[in-house]
């Protein structure tokens, strides 16, 4: 039997309408007036594709994202418009003649992402009809808010900040569908990892200094770690200690020991990372309308940021290492996202990990490859350091990148006493198995908040180093507000 011949779409050209194609639909959406996709050959080529809307009964009940067509007497037409489909010169036309079979063989992807580096999206303010494709880690996630729409209806919208590769960040609101759909996944996640996410043909839009991907309705605003580093005020740790005003500084400093007391994990809120508590334990007078005024135990935990109870907690790092550069040395205390971003695993896998071994009642000997690293600390030099002279600073960000690192050596003053041997121990941001380096929390987790100690593989089997009403309030939940933290991961199309 002779295989069934048909064309690419390079081949494509308007001066004739015998055109065969075999395609994959890659996205299909609705307009006011018409229902438009994006269909993809066996060579990874795309074109936009339009029914209008007096075809579509005709069409749409067999169109499907992810089908393969053999596609027929279709019209081939000028991308001209001012909405074009895709950044292609032509487009496909269906006329009420156009045949519409589906086959089951395609030599060519699923999907043939084209993923654009965070640093060109902003370059792109001119091409405002082009599609693009993205790929970040959820590092930042709010709660799902009302907005009031132009016709006087309620939608919803969601706030997001993703991370590429290279370290930069987008700030994105999703509205609607988009905002929900998001929402749900995030909190039907239960196992405390990171979430990567794919946006594709996203459609950038700018005004001011924003942009906004049309596909998910994002707004956003591209921010480098890189700036974050080198334009915050550098310190030594001498100069550390010796602060007289509070502040926010980045240190470059090795970790020459993890300390074991006081412990390195604690219980939290899965919704916010902020510890929680007893009952007993609660501030009730800034929260007696949601708990009541009964200071007794109930069995409950609680979360003061919440303002109630945690309707499901999680593990979490807390770990206390102590690090020195050429003038001094001294303690800083790294939390989850930190510490998962170096060790690339979560609380809840270190613990399952050392439930396996046997060894529960030990400091985890992974923490062993944090000694000798060199790392940019971002810390903060609270009032509460200054007054007490209390010589344990929180850290709010790290990077291991080298080229900052060398970057910020090579603008560091009176840092020739340093040691440089461990300057490219860290791999750089994207060599890791997940493409990522950092991992960062999550957020908007939503349950039943009567429900605080759900049952689940995370809570069941986690060994604390200390009570839960023991643990030391350290502000975790105002360095990591509203976050929550995923593994798995989810592809938003348009």
């Known amino acids: 039997m002779s295989l069934e011949k048909y064309d690419y779409i390079s081949e494509i050209e308007n001066v004739k309408s015998s055109w065969k194609l075999k395609v994959r639909v890659l996205s299909i959406w609705k307009m006011m007036y018409e229902l438009q996709m994006i269909v993809m050959d066996e060579k990874c080529d795309k074109i936009g594709a339009v029914v209008k809307q007096a075809l579509c009964p005709d069409f749409e009940k067999d169109l499907e994202v992810g089908a393969v067509f053999m596609i027929s007497r279709f019209g081939v ?88 590769a290279d370290n930069l960040k987008l700030k994105c609101t999703w509205w ?18 990171p979430v990567v996410l794919i946006i594709q043909f996203g459609k950038i839009k700018y005004w001011k200094a924003s942009s906004s991907q049309g596909a998910g309705q994002l707004s956003s605003k591209v921010q480098s770690v890189h700036d974050d580093f080198l334009t915050m005020p550098k310190m030594t740790i001498g100069e550390v200690i010796d602060a007289t005003k509070p502040a926010i500084c980045v240190v470059l400093a090795t970790i020459t020991s993890v300390e074991e007391r006081p412990g ?16 007993s334990a609660f501030d009730l007078e800034s929260i007696e309308e949601s708990v009541g005024k009964n200071d007794e135990d109930d069995g ?8 109630g109870v945690a309707s499901s907690v999680v593990p979490s790092y807390k770990v206390q290492v102590r690090v020195q550069d050429g003038s001094d040395t001294t303690s800083f205390v790294m939390f989850d996202r930190e510490v998962t971003k ?24 992974v923490f062993k490859t944090l000694e000798e690293k060199r790392i940019l600390f971002m810390i903060n030099v ?27 050596d090579n603008n560091q003053p009176g840092d020739d006493d340093q040691d440089d041997d461990h300057g490219g121990d860290f791999e750089k941001a994207g060599n890791s198995n997940t493409g990522f380096l950092t991992l960062k929390d999550v957020t908007s987790y939503t349950g039943d908040s009567s429900n605080a100690l759900e049952a689940t593989s995370e809570t069941a089997a986690s060994p604390l180093k200390c009570p839960v009403d023991a643990v030391e309030d350290d502000g975790i939940g105002e360095n990591s507000s509203t976050k929550k933290k995923m593994f798995v991961p989810v592809k938003i199309e348009k």
């Open 300 to 307: 409950k935990l609680y979360c003061s940021k919440c303002k």
């Open 176 to 193: 609607d569908e988009y905002a929900q759909q998001m929402h749900d996944f995030i909190d039907g996640n239960k196992n405390g990892g």
């Open 77 to 164: 037409g000028d991308n001209k418009g001012k909405y074009p489909v895709y950044m292609h010169k032509l487009k496909l036309n269906f006329y009420r003649n156009t045949s519409l079979r589906r086959v089951c063989s395609f030599y060519g992807p699923k999907n043939a992402f084209q993923f654009m580096p965070f640093s060109q999206v902003w370059d792109k303010k001119d091409h405002p009809n082009l599609l693009i494709d993205l790929i970040g880690r959820i590092v930042d996630c709010g709660d799902l808010k009302p907005y009031e729409k132009e016709d006087g209806g309620e939608g919803k919208r969601l706030n997001i900040e993703i991370e590429d």
């Open 382 to 408: 609270s009032s509460y350091n200054i007054d007490t002279v209390y010589q344990v600073y929180t850290v709010t960000k790290i990077s291991n990148d080298p080229s900052i690192m060398a970057e910020f």
């Open 264 to 279: 390195w994990n604690y219980i939290s809120c899965r919704k916010c990372k902020k510890k929680v508590v007893k009952k």
């Open 342 to 365: 170096l060790l690339r695993m979560s609380a809840v896998q270190l613990i399952e990990k050392q439930i396996e071994e046997g060894d529960e009642d030990t400091l985890p000997g």
